[in-house]
């Protein structure tokens, strides 16, 4: 989910380097747990150091699952990136097929982390315009790219060929949400994590 890296959540710890902070101030990390937000997410507690409470065992058993998982080597980044990159090429290898055969595609999502993925995978001169669900964005226009935000009933009125789902970590509500466009012929473009078109 590397589109959710963008300027409010520039900086990210793994539980090690974390572990290793809180060291420095005199505080231990005593207990972390997992949860979903933001392709998932750790909680930490911690206390000042030699604390009344015991530093819990999933301390260390999430330190060796970095360790297992190598991310704590360089290496992991690169073939990370080298991947992003993989895909960007073949989405725009796609989408430029699309556009030589004179169909149009238009974006599903107008918010940050799909101004990350629109800018990264250099997508604003294949999208004729975006769509959104949140009334608050309705007439506005993409940073940079200045694709118009309509609602997303324009995708059953204006009936486009393809719409790239920049929101793809919401998918299933947003294809069960547009079932008309599909049953009437539209495609949907899921990009990430594999690409796949939809109809």
Known sequence: MFDYIYHEHFS??????????????????????????????????????????????????????????????????????????????????????????????????????????????????????LVDDNPAKYGLYSPGHHLRVYPSEKLNEDKPDYVLVLGWQHQDTIINRNKRFLEEGGKFIIPLPELKVLG
């Open 12 to 129: 990210y710890f793994t539980v090690k380097v974390l572990k290793q902070l809180l060291e420095k101030c005199e505080l231990e990390l005593i207990h972390i747990s997992s949860h979903a937000p933001k392709g998932g997410s750790i909680r930490v507690i911690a206390q000042h150091k030699g604390g009344d409470r015991d530093v819990d065992k999933n301390v260390e058993s999430f330190i060796k699952k970095e360790e297992i998982t190598k991310m704590h080597d360089m290496e992991t980044y690169i073939r990370f990136a080298k991947d992003i990159n993989s895909l960007k090429n073949e989405l725009v290898e796609l989408l430029k097929k699309i556009k030589s055969s004179g169909k149009n595609i238009v974006g599903y999502g107008a918010t940050h982390n799909t101004t990350t993925l629109l800018y990264h995978f250099e997508l604003g001169e294949y999208l004729d315009f």
